[in-house]
Nanobody
Framework: EVQLVESGGGLVQPGGSLRLSCAAS????????MGWFRQAPGKEREGVAL???????GYSLSVKGRFSISKDNAKNTGYLQMDRLNPQDTAMYYC?????????????????WGQGTQVTVSA
């Protein structure tokens, strides 16, 4: 079973940046999709960024142009670079992996989840 551990969250002022990391306990092999999701209090968990085995990426409209997803297969680690943060980005951020399949925006399609890292954007 693959275990995922997120890190890099914290408190940041509006307009600031954070870089989240997602470390996998083992190599899930290159044929997987990694997704970053977020959940604000009282709201559904939503997908914000996806990256597939070939390195193709996708972003939600709310973060496109501000967030960038990447991964380092040699380090079994994925990243979410978040720039120009605003208070609406405040949420718990989770990474997830879907094995042997293409990417999906549906959280139910992912096999493994991390415990989450809190991002708070406030002055």
């Amino acid at each position: 079973e693959v275990q995922l551990v997120e890190s890099g969250g914290g408190l940041v002022q509006p307009g600031g940046s954070l870089r989240l990391s997602c470390a996998a306990s083992e190599n899930p092999y290159n044929d997987y999709c990694m997704g970053w999701f977020r959940q604000a209090p009282g709201k559904e968990r939503e997908g914000v960024a996806l990256i597939n085995g070939a390195g193709g990426t996708g972003y939600s409209l709310s973060v496109k142009g501000r967030f960038s997803i990447s991964k380092d297969n040699a380090k079994n680690t994925g990243y979410l670079q978040m720039d120009r943060l605003n208070p609406q980005d405040t949420a718990m951020y989770y990474c997830a992996i879907r094995l042997y399949s293409g990417c999906s925006w549906s959280k139910g399609d992912f096999d493994y989840w991390g415990q989450g890292t809190q991002v708070t954007v406030s002055a």
